[in-house]
């Protein structure tokens, strides 16, 4: 119980394959065409151009990839129902805002991102040396004593301390012993420089050049800036990314709108370069059911000269309905479109109707032998009928039909205007109504049966109105519900307001001796 989605279809022929193309097309009885017309040039999609469109694509793309790479987005989708045909004004304004938001967001994140990790970087360094608590504004002033930071392998240190000790003016002030390594502040004398140097680079010691890129006068300090900083920068990057955020719940729909358009525009200019004599090229203009694509894509491959590109319709566009139904609704199609087709939008009301039409038919002929004839009917020409069309839908609704009426028949025990069911004790109870006899009972049966399917197409028309969000008139549909059914105890009073005889009088009974039924 579904209207088909339908998409057009732009076919690019060749003129060698163009009149062997379009008859197997329309024999082939799938689509329906719009027009057919010459190749244009790239102007005729609204003037874009070749190089503007595959701008907009690339920063479409961009921030697509924005939002995938800081919201944790893993795909897009895009609801038919949101779907909107843009002007080139609005994709071009609006593509460029959106790039510009999100190409900055993405530099001032990645630049924190940078200065976090350089940062982190120097708090690992530091975190060695925290305990270090002399004043190293004093040590930047000392003119004739050298210091630095060291960093030397722990099983290294006592040996290395032993060597230290042994030159004149040098001093171990301070050092953190740690499993692997050993982190010390060493000072000496400029004449000691040389001796200092050898040991150095005997016991493989690390020089940590960490004085110059610190602002404060202790480590401690130092570490708490740089911990204060990282922080400051996370939240400055978590504003950012729910800018994003926003970004993404309020304009995805219409991006990937824009995306939609353009990359459709895209997909035409290459589809135009696949061609190299354009001149000689034709587009055939259609419109394709879904369920018709694989038919559709098989046939296409039979021309090596053809290609295709599938785009949506735009929403003022006036698209063809196609019901698509399962085997056993589908001849009632045929009574749906007596009617009128429903619109994309609408409930496909096929499959609501059949059982209604298929009861009030087979009520109305109620007759086991009409009935039989109407399957029969179906049964010798089924063969001989293509199943596909109005004409092949209208004979296979004669075998539901003709069930139908057959059951009508038997409920009502008619069989060609004889009644056979109620003279024999065992099928007696099979009849459920006698209208010949006993008129009213089949009356109030009629009564009850129209209430149900007023009030079943009403709930339709309610569910319909709340799926397309129009409250008023689901307000309205709800409200006439209320009152019909409120109508009903008192119609019912003023249609069957004493109990009238069901038996049936002939003319003759009651010209000779009228009375008033009782």
């Known amino acids: 119980m579904a209207i088909d989605k339908i998409k057009k279809v732009h076919i690019f022929v060749h003129n060698d394959d163009y009149v062997k193309f379009i008859s197997g097309l329309k024999q082939l009885s799938i689509v329906e065409l719009i027009q057919e017309e010459h190749l244009k040039t790239?102007?005729?999609?609204?003037?874009?151009?070749?190089?503007?469109?595959?701008?907009?694509?690339?920063?479409?793309?961009?921030v697509l990839n924005i939002f995938k790479k800081y919201l944790s987005i893993k795909e897009f989708k895009l609801s038919s129902d949101n779907y909107k045909i843009q002007t080139k004004?609005?994709?071009?304004?609006?593509?460029?805002?959106?790039?510009?938001?999100?190409?900055?967001?993405?530099?001032k994140i990645k630049s924190y991102d940078t200065e976090n990790q350089f940062l982190e970087n120097k708090k690992d360094i530091l975190k060695h040396y925290h305990t270090f608590d002399a004043n190293?504004?004093?040590?930047?002033?000392?003119?004739?004593?050298?210091?630095?930071f060291c960093k030397i392998n722990s099983s290294k240190f006592e040996k290395f301390l032993s060597a230290i000790k042994s030159v004149n003016n040098t001093e171990i002030l301070w050092y953190n012993k740690?499993?692997?390594?050993?982190?010390?502040?060493?000072?000496?004398?400029?004449?000691?420089?040389?001796?200092?140097?050898?040991?150095?680079?005997?016991?493989?010691?690390?020089?940590?050049?960490?004085?110059?890129?610190?602002?404060f006068p202790t480590i401690s300090e130092e570490i708490t800036f740089v911990e204060q900083k990282i922080y400051e920068n996370n939240r400055s990057k978590?504003?950012?990314?729910?800018?994003?955020?926003?970004?993404?719940?309020g304009y995805i729909t219409r991006i990937l709108s824009s995306y939609k358009n353009v990359l459709e525009l895209n997909d035409y200019f290459i589809a135009q370069k696949n061609f190299v004599h354009t001149f000689k090229t034709k587009i055939i203009n259609c419109w394709l059911p879904c369920i018709y694509l694989k038919k559709f894509e098989t046939f296409v491959q039979k021309f090596e000269n053809v290609s295709f590109l599938l785009t949506d319709p735009s929403p003022n566009e006036e698209i063809p309905i196609v019901l698509k139904n399962k085997p056993s609704i589908e001849p009632y199609e045929f009574v749906t479109t007596l009617y009128s087709?429903?619109?994309?939008?609408?409930?496909?009301?096929?499959?609501?109707?059949?059982?209604?039409?298929?009861?009030?038919?087979?009520?109305?002929?109620?007759?086991?032998?009409?009935?039989?004839?109407?399957?029969?009917?179906?049964?010798?020409?089924?063969k001989k009928i293509d199943h596909f069309g109005?004409?092949?839908?209208?004979?296979?609704?004669?075998?539901?039909?003709?069930?139908?009426?057959?059951?009508?028949?038997?409920?009502?025990?008619?069989f060609l205007g004889f009644t056979i069911l109620r003279k024999y004790s065992g099928t007696e109870k099979v009849v459920l109504f006698d209208p010949l006899n006993k008129p009213i009972d089949f009356l109030k049966f009629s009564f009850l049966l129209g209430l149900v399917h007023i009030i079943f197409g009403m709930s339709v028309k309610f569910y319909q109105s709340v799926k397309l969000k129009d409250f008023w008139a689901s307000v309205e549909i709800f409200l006439w519900k209320i009152l019909l059914l409120s109508l009903v105890p008192a119609v019912y009073q003023l249609i069957f307001a004493q109990?009238?005889?069901?038996?049936i009088y002939s003319t003759r009974s009651l010209s000779c001796r009228p009375r008033c039924l009782s």
Request: a negative charge; proline letters at 2%.
């Open 42 to 62: 790239a102007d005729f999609f609204d003037d874009y151009s070749y190089d503007e469109v595959r701008d907009i694509v690339s920063k479409l793309e961009f």
């Open 89 to 107: 004004n609005e994709i071009l304004s609006f593509v460029n805002n959106i790039y510009a938001l999100s190409d900055t967001a993405d530099k």
């Open 136 to 148: 190293l504004m004093i040590l930047y002033s000392l003119k004739q004593v050298k210091h630095f």
């Open 178 to 215: 740690e499993k692997l390594n050993t982190y010390f502040f060493c000072f000496y004398q400029t004449q000691s420089f040389l001796e200092v140097d050898n040991i150095i680079k005997t016991y493989n010691v690390e020089i940590v050049d960490i004085i110059k890129d610190i602002k």
């Open 238 to 249: 978590a504003v950012l990314i729910t800018n994003l955020s926003e970004t993404y719940n």
């Open 341 to 382: 087709y429903p619109k994309q939008t609408n409930v496909d009301p096929t499959t609501l109707l059949a059982p209604f039409f298929t009861l009030f038919f087979g009520l109305c002929m109620s007759d086991v032998v009409y009935g039989f004839l109407l399957f029969l009917t179906w049964f010798l020409i089924r």
């Open 390 to 414: 109005k004409i092949g839908q209208l004979f296979s609704l004669l075998k539901y039909l003709g069930i139908g009426t057959i059951f009508g028949g038997i409920f009502l025990d008619s």
């Open 499 to 503: 109990q009238v005889s069901q038996e």
